[in-house]
């Protein structure tokens, strides 16, 4: 086994015909050559040299040496150049328990020609690329073109790969995260129709699966919603400034047919490129919430009510009395059937009903309405202080 290194003197990693992809890579490239012939290896070294490279080669001349040394150091090469053409183990043999051993290490086949089968074959392995030794030896002019280009894209695979793998896995975490919050959760892709996850509370929310919310996409979301709302709702990606940060409520009826408020905040996800890759929204159940703004509506209403009432009553009542007090005293005065004594029962009779309106006005305990002219309500006096209250119908889809 030789070593050698050498370099020229500008120290570039990558001559000027070469992509390098990135420049934070080491600034030697450690090659593992495996050559029985002699000559081809020092012409193989000479090619190197006039590169801009800096190479340190470790030759060996059969494949036994190299398992050896790859099995007490396999992370000690960049490149793996092997020819076919070895005494003992041939060289498609080798490269089949090398790939084992350093499968983080990209390696070439060195072929003469007419054996490119072989060299399919070896690409079937697992081997990265391979070279036809031409009886010119033209192809010593690309080796230091394209050796440095295998090792780049070789190790930009490798990061691409475990970039992915840390992806899926962080996705998993995330997933499994949104999966345990109490909320919905729901990330809708770019096209805006249909979800991409869809957490498992989305059961304990809605009474739905997140199957079935996944299977309908956006489309179910806005049928369960009421008629109303479903106007007024902007879906994730739908037109500009859709998937940015926002608040939207809507009432949506469950799978038990029952109505309930859902408050969904949504939030833009974007790329690396600041391209938008979909939106996350998170949907929380107001209904409780909702009700208790609506108790507390109610609860002012009736206190302004009965606030006004009182103040009226009071009002009325000295004045309804005087009346009330002045239509019995002509009851005394005229007589019997006649038309005066007649008016003047009216009048009492009025007065008294007067009376009963006003008790009823001070006994209010609910604010209950009913329909009037025009549209327009007013409070139900009959059914305000009554045990229940009819509330309007707004089940309407």
Request: a negative charge; one cysteine or more.
């Amino acid at each position: 086994m030789t070593d050698s290194r050498f370099s020229s003197s500008s120290g570039n990693i990558f001559g000027s015909t070469v992509d390098s992809g990135n420049s934070s890579y080491t600034d030697v490239f450690r090659i593992m050559l495996v050559e029985d012939s002699e000559h081809d290896a020092i012409a193989f070294r000479r090619a190197l040299a006039k590169s801009d490279a800096v190479w340190e080669i470790t030759h060996l001349e059969r494949a036994e040496g190299a398992l050896d040394s790859l099995a007490s150091a396999s992370g000690n090469w960049d490149i793996i150049v092997s020819d076919f053409k070895l005494p003992g183990m041939n060289g498609l043999e080798f490269c089949g328990k090398a790939l084992k051993m350093a499968s983080d290490t990209p390696l070439v086949m060195l072929t003469g020609g007419g054996s490119e089968r072989l060299a399919v074959e070896a690409l079937k392995m697992g081997v990265y690329d391979y070279i036809i030794k031409d009886p010119r030896q033209a192809y010593l002019e690309l080796i230091p073109v394209i050796l440095p280009r295998i090792i780049t894209k070789f190790r930009q695979g490798i990061e691409k790969t475990m970039a992915e793998r840390a992806l899926a896995q962080n996705e998993r975490l995330l997933r499994g995260i949104m999966d345990v919050a109490w909320d919905m959760v729901i990330f809708t892709g770019i096209n805006g129709e249909s979800f991409r996850f869809v957490s498992s509370s989305a059961r304990t929310v809605t009474g739905f699966s997140s199957d079935v919310f996944m299977q309908g996409g956006i489309a179910f979301l806005m049928e369960r919603m009421h008629r109303t709302d479903r106007k007024e709702y902007r879906p994730p990606c739908s037109s500009p400034g859709s998937a940015d940060i926002c608040v939207q409520e809507y009432r949506f009826i469950k799978s038990d047919d029952q109505w309930i408020h859902l408050r969904e905040a949504r939030s833009a996800i974007l790329d690396d490129s600041g391209n938008l890759a979909g939106v996350v929204s998170t949907l929380m159940d107001v209904t409780a919430a909702r009700e208790a703004v609506d108790r507390q509506k109610l609860h002012e209403r009736l206190t302004g009510a009965l606030e006004m009432a009182g103040a009226t009553c009071h009002e009325m009542n000295q004045p309804l009395q005087a009346v009330m007090g002045y239509a019995e005293l002509l009851l005394l005065d005229l007589p019997k059937g006649s038309s005066g004594s007649d008016i003047a029962r009216s009048i009492l009779d009025m007065v008294t009903r007067m009376g009963e309106i006003t008790r009823k006005i001070m006994s209010l305990t609910k604010y209950v309405t009913r329909d009037y002219i025009k549209g327009r309500k007013i409070i139900d006096l009959d059914r305000a202080s009554a045990d229940s209250i009819d509330e309007p119908d707004d089940s309407e889809k």
